[in-house]
């Protein structure tokens, strides 16, 4: 079964701090998301990756397949960025459900 | 992006009734869809994957005749919680497959047992 550990578990920065999460995983995946959780518990989805880099405004996410490790950054972070940030594999395939980290709990502070 | 609905989004139930969760997909067909629960402070953890027409896969420790699944359409799949007791109290999501590696969540339904 794949572990996934990602760190740190919680964190706190002043806006306008670079923020790095970080995400590992025991076994070969299809695909790795980087997901965000919101106090009420809605899920949305950030990337999905299966090699390389992907951007989205001020958010970046990084694979490194060989290493079994991914990224994800925050540049220039703002307030509304505090929320939970989860890492979650695809084993295999990719039809099948996904296997998720515990978790950042992310708080910017003003 | 696609769009994945659950109803309802919050319920309280008194300890022994049943409860049903839908979880649709409204802009796009799915033949699978993943039912995941999320205990306070826990990472979420997938239930049972939801095949349409066929019988769910449940994960092990996952008790298929408690948490029943049925999907019955390609854009709907329904949970129901049997005999619920305060132990069920949790988070439910559900996302749906659109294609490979492509999931899209549901907004959740916070269940509350009495």
């Known amino acids: 079964k794949n572990e996934v550990e990602q760190s740190p578990q919680n964190l706190t920065a002043q806006e306008g701090e670079f923020i790095t999460i970080n995400c590992s995983y025991s076994?070969?995946?299809?695909?790795l998301h980087w997901l965000q959780q919101h106090p009420g518990g809605g899920i949305v989805s950030l990337f999905m990756l299966s090699s390389g880099k992907k951007k989205h405004g001020r958010l970046i996410a990084t694979i490194n397949i060989q290493e079994k490790h991914s990224s994800l950054h925050i540049t220039a972070s703002h307030p509304r960025d505090s929320a939970v940030y989860i890492c979650a594999v695809n084993p295999g395939g990719g039809a099948d459900g996904l296997t998720f980290g515990k978790g950042t709990h992310l708080i910017i502070q003003p | 992006g696609a769009v994945v609905s659950q109803h309802p989004s919050r319920v309280i139930c008194k300890s022994g009734t049943s409860v049903k969760i839908e979880c649709r997909s409204l802009d796009f067909q799915a033949t699978t869809m993943f039912w995941y629960r999320q205990f306070p402070k826990q990472s979420l953890m997938l239930m049972a994957t939801s095949n349409e027409g066929s019988k769910a896969t449940y994960e092990q420790g996952v008790e298929k005749d408690k948490f029943l699944i049925n999907h019955a359409s390609l854009t709907l799949s329904t949970l129901t919680v049997t005999s619920a007791h305060p132990e069920d109290s949790s988070f439910y999501i559900c996302?749906?497959?659109?294609?490979?590696?492509?999931?899209?969540f549901g907004p959740g339904t916070r269940l509350t047992v009495l």
């Open positions: 996302s749906a497959l659109r294609a490979v590696n492509e999931q899209f």
């Open positions: 076994v070969g995946i299809s695909a």
